[in-house]
């Protein structure tokens, strides 16, 4: 192998040590590898061979060591002492000679591992790069863009920085439609590593993206002084949100709502009109579950002592649709966002048509 060819493969190999951070004797390890698989498979097997590669001198050698006899069975391991004595003149029976093998090919062989090994590298570095982005945006709301949809399924292929991660249909919100080169805000639920390398789960449906968006809308909320204590959804139509405040003089509610309702409208925007319940925590069984019934007026209201966190509940006749909700939808909410079972009447004790 020409001595400038060399140069470039040492060369190719410092410059990528030096701006992926992979060490030089990790890649030179690995093209030593590949060349003791070539040599071992061009000698019949032999495997007693010494590769010595020294980047400051940009050179290499490759010897193959055979025993000395005078009866060669195995010339791919054996040598007769007159051919010995060529390589070494102190060569004696039973004793082994190192034989320095035409580089010209093994050349060859050490520039397309180096180009393997930084191919290889390179996406290691890559993986590397995307894993430690994913996790540490775990958790966390992000921009992102759309760039592409599958037609058959709906899953988009969402662009995150550098790395890309699907969001599936069931994760996206109630009907939107997403195209391409659309800007809009996941939430990355988990991150996992897998043999095809990181892989975020991101979704627009889940809680965590109510949660975090009311963080970045509501400054009280992002410095502590409101607290998100519960949140219940039914992704693309209603979510409703538990809130409180240590501080007596902080309305958590009419914060997260913002004056005229710009912070809570922002963020019902961005989920496509979703409807957003706000509602007051509070440490009292009785009343949470009152104000979780919101929009619906609630009577009176009152444990069941005989199963565990359950309550009955009254509303007025006229407001039992509205406290239900449709499909059971505001009931159903409610019951996720207190913990508790509700059992809803009307105040006449009938319902009716209802």
């Not at 570095?125 to 399924?153: C, I, M, P, W, Y």
């Amino acid at each position: 192998m020409a001595k400038n060819a060399n140069v470039e493969i040492f060369e190719a190999l410092a410059l990528f040590e030096k701006e992926r951070g992979i060490p030089i004797e990790y890649m030179i390890e690995k093209i030593a590898g590949a060349i003791q698989v070539a040599v071992k498979k061009g000698h019949g097997g032999n495997d007693d061979i010494i590769i010595n590669i020294d980047p400051i001198t940009n050179t290499f050698d490759v010897l193959i060591r055979k025993t000395v006899t005078d009866d060669v069975l195995d010339p791919d391991r054996e040598i007769l002492p007159e051919d010995a004595i060529r390589y070494d003149k102190r060569a004696v029976i039973g004793e082994k000679v190192s034989i320095k093998l035409e580089t010209k090919e093994f050349g060859r062989i050490a520039a397309q591992t180096a180009k393997h090994v930084i191919r290889q590298g390179i996406r290691e570095v890559e993986r590397g790069q995307v894993l430690q982005e994913f996790q540490s945006k775990n958790q966390e709301l992000v921009s992102a863009t759309v760039e592409r949809v599958d037609e058959r399924t709906g899953a988009a292929t969402i662009r995150i920085g550098k790395a890309e991660a699907v969001l599936t249909k069931n994760e996206q919100v109630g009907d939107e439609i997403l195209r391409e080169g659309d800007q809009i805000k996941v939430f990355i639920v988990d991150v996992k590593e897998t043999e095809k390398g990181p892989k975020a789960i991101i979704s627009r449906s889940h809680p965590g993206l109510v949660k975090r968006l009311f963080e970045n809308e509501v400054p009280e909320i992002f410095d502590g002084t409101v607290q998100i204590k519960s949140i219940s959804r039914e992704a693309g139509s209603r979510t409703k949100l538990a809130v409180y405040s240590e501080d007596p003089n902080v309305d958590p509610v009419g914060a997260c709502i913002g004056a005229r309702g710009a912070r809570v409208n922002k963020i019902v925007s961005e989920l496509g009109g979703e409807k957003i319940d706000i509602i007051q925590f509070s440490e009292d069984p009785i009343e949470f579950i009152s104000g979780a019934l919101s929009p619906a007026k609630v009577i009176s209201a009152e444990i069941d002592p005989e199963a565990q966190k359950s309550c009955r509940v009254t509303v007025p006749d006229g407001q039992i649709s509205l406290a239900i909700g449709n499909k059971g939808q505001n009931a159903r909410l409610a019951a996720k966002l207190t913990g508790w079972k509700i059992d809803i009447r009307p105040e006449s004790g009938f319902f009716g048509e209802e």
